[in-house]
């Protein structure tokens, strides 16, 4: 299967799968981000006015999938295996051929669904599925200084601190500081197969 084909894609961990926004979704979507707005604000940025309406929705859909078909970005919800509610979203954007090979995670969670150890389940299904689906080489996510949680499953996950980032991101409205983490395609990971350490690629010589 075509790594772009959203229809039919499903990523599966123990507790969750993950699959392409699609236009039903609205309204379970709208209406666990609005439940989570106060929870999720101080990690976002502002959102805009229109940003739960069925059309800002539609647009949102057309932006996923001209990411989808041009292979610079990838976004899923999460959905609970045993009643598929949905759960939060995750997106693999910024993806860079050529030289790089990389990409950039960023996830929220509803209000609801946090703090059961869900996001390590959706991490670790996206990491596979950019490692070994799309070939990625290296993934990159950065997290606000006092964002301990955050930080907490990235780090459970395999991804490794590597620094600061001053103004990295305009988070509620304010320019903010950030932590920022890396896995490298060779790196231990948590997997959905449990927790691997892929060998490093061999050099030869010739």
């Known amino acids: 299967m ?79 295996r045993e ?32 703090g059961k150890g869900y996001m390590t389940e959706i991490l670790s299904a996206i990491i596979d599925y950019a490692f070994d689906d799309l070939e990625l080489h290296r993934l990159e996510a950065a997290c606000l200084e006092h964002n301990g949680p955050s930080q907490s499953v990235l780090k459970k996950v395999g991804f490794q601190e590597e620094g600061k980032a001053r103004g990295y991101l305009k988070i509620n409205a304010m320019w903010q500081d950030h932590i920022t983490y890396a896995l490298l395609q060779n790196d231990p990971r948590l997997s959905r197969r449990g927790w691997i350490n892929v060998p490093p690629v061999t050099q030869v010589k010739v």
């Open 2 to 80: 075509s790594h772009w084909d959203m229809r039919k894609l499903r990523l599966m961990n123990e507790r969750i799968y993950l699959r392409a926004p699609q236009s039903g979704d609205w309204k379970e979507w709208a209406n666990l981000r609005r439940n989570s707005r106060d929870f999720l604000a101080p990690w976002e940025p502002t959102w805009a006015s229109d940003n739960l309406t069925k059309s800002s929705f539609r647009d949102k859909l057309r932006a996923y999938k001209l990411d989808w078909r041009s292979d610079v970005g990838y976004t899923f919800y999460a959905f609970s």
């Open 83 to 114: 009643d598929n509610t949905m759960l939060g979203g995750i997106t693999l954007g910024n993806i860079r051929r050529g030289a790089a090979y990389m990409g950039t995670i960023g996830y929220w969670m509803g209000e609801a669904h946090a």
